[in-house]
């Protein structure tokens, strides 16, 4: 097997766990809102821009050591619906750390779902 059918089958592999957990954060939204209304809806777009942020990088083959660079671009996605929801919700007093470390936390709980089992790789004779 190929170097780049590996990395191919890799990035098929994220592929899938990444819908997956977009799937999750649709249903999640409801719980989410029960719990802190008014921030399921920020919750959904975040895992959104997550997930954009992590193709766009497996797309340029930068997945590894980019952790800064995606979280870069996620914080410049969600900074305008984050403003308003924390405005929405009273809070008109926040920085970006306060963003950068939101984000942080909606990929950990992305983090913290298990991982599908891979399907495998038959290889042609």
Known sequence: MSVATILSDIGHALEKVFNVATKIAVIAE????????????LYNTTVTEIVNAENA????????GSGAQKLAAVVAAITPAFNA?????GVSSHTT???EAYVNAVVAS???????APAAVIEKA
């Open 30 to 41: 409801p719980i989410v809102d029960l719990a802190l209304p008014g921030i399921a809806t």
């Open 85 to 89: 929801a924390m405005l929405q919700n």
């Open 97 to 99: 750390t306060t963003i």
């Open 57 to 64: 990088a497996i797309a340029a083959g930068a997945q590894n």
């Open 110 to 116: 992305l983090n913290a779902i298990p991982a599908a």
